[in-house]
């Protein structure tokens, strides 16, 4: 599944994935008019609103971008029915030849990972026969429990040819708190060092075993909101894909972004969730309209590639 | 909620949290057989059999215990349909007045923190109306994101008086990985410290805040595998309920417990999953059989009960 991403970036000529994140107060009211016309102003609505409102997205971009990362807490929160607009999105990307990232952040002891590797990469026994939950393409993990929290998901891709980031240094504001904090290395000679370093080296380490062709299904989570952190992780796992969050509305911009890619080029992927799916609520693009809230999207996605092509032509 | 959880555990004399984790492998044939007769050896015939068998467990121990927690990973694994029955114990445990902690261990940045919040603890405006999702009393989350990854789940526990567990060092073998890291703390005159204990401290620091009447309702998680370090964090958290798992199938004992309780005789309470839901099929309850695998589920709760308290009498 690497490999089809890294083809899917060359052929786009955008290492960009696009967050389906979606708040109902980023919808345009035509589409949840409709949905709780249909069913009610319920979960099940609520479940309709998410799934119309994402499939206009990705109908508008999909020749555009190689890959999607749906965000599953933004559905979990409506219960049943936001889980199954979850499952209903997976579906429609990868019918759309979208690779598909799963962002859920999982990570539990060996036999609680396992079941999550299960549900969301791997095919489950009932019987005598197996089915397929969630099938993303690709997960995010959390590594807080350590290697054997983590092996049963690498177990999966290798089994499913699919692919993992792990956090290892999150975009967000108090990502430093614990990911930050210096760290005795063992040696005794070698000065401390923040935790995400270890991470990230456990990360090509894990990665290794894990080759696609030149780079491993096995990749990083690192925040654009910290240039100088990802300069430090690319040399430190520089055979993992990074998948890079906090573009736009987080505040990272094309020019932070640079150090994220090796010199092939390649290396990276950057996500934006907001900045492209709510385009239309910008003032740049406020002349779209609600109603053109998916030709927002599309143009959204267009001036981010401009924008990372410019910067990596500068470097 | 914690008041609730700790006057459960007074009247039962049981602090004790029965593991709602189903693996299809524990559920005797005479409930997957009437299951897969009504919907086929599909994800709903799992879903069905998954729910029955939790039912029948709930039924037998729920006037010995004060609470139970369901690791969703092991319904996530069915996808929907497993979900679905997750959705379905839960409301049957809190009927049956049990606490039910949602076994979650979600986490992430704000936001998206925000909506695993409200879709597991709190409540989701739909148009004019209100849904709860999941509708758990207690969470277990993920702190590796730090501070505005907490936040959010704490901020709906003060509105919906619920509360949390959160990761501190857990029960399996490679937690020490990054658990276990010596930390340097800021003051250069300390020593270095694992980092559990910074976030033990940050767990008390949390805490503080969001009192019960003797003890906070933002608890921790931390493994009776390591029971020494069960007392140095029971002393940096003197107010922190702690959630220990690891007891029974893990390989933990009574004996290893007494230093996560306060003097008190509170502070802790233990899970059980694998050793109490698959009792009958361990040696000492295989004369229940498997029809009568919640018969010996209550066996082995009472055992459980009496190894605490014996081991809590001799300390």
Redesign the interface.
Known sequence: MIQKLIAGIKRTEAPIVVGL?P??SYIPEHI?EKA?AAYG???Q??GEAVWQYNKGIVDAVCDLVPAVKP?I??Y?????E???AF?KTVRYCKEKGLVVIGDI?????????E??A???LGS??????E????DEDFVTV????????VMPFIRVCQKEKKGLFI?VK??????????D????DGSAASS?RP?YE??GE?VARWGETCMGDSYSYIGAVVGATYPETGKALRRIMPKSYILV?GYGAQGGKGADLVHFFNEDGLGAIINSSRGIIAAYQQEKYASYGSTGYADAARAAVLDMKADIASALAKR
């Open positions: 994140d708040m109902l949840t709780y102003e319920t979960l609505g609520a965000q807490a933004m979990e929160q409506f219960g049943i936001g889980l199954i499952e952040k999982r990570g539990d002891i060996g036999s609680t990972s079941a999550y299960t549900g969301h489950v026994r009932v019987g005598s026969r089915y397929r939950g969630f959390n590594p807080y429990l350590g290697s054997d929290g956090l999150t975009s967000n504001p108090s990502s430093g708190e614990f990911q904090r210096p760290v005795r401390d935790l270890l991470v456990q969050p």
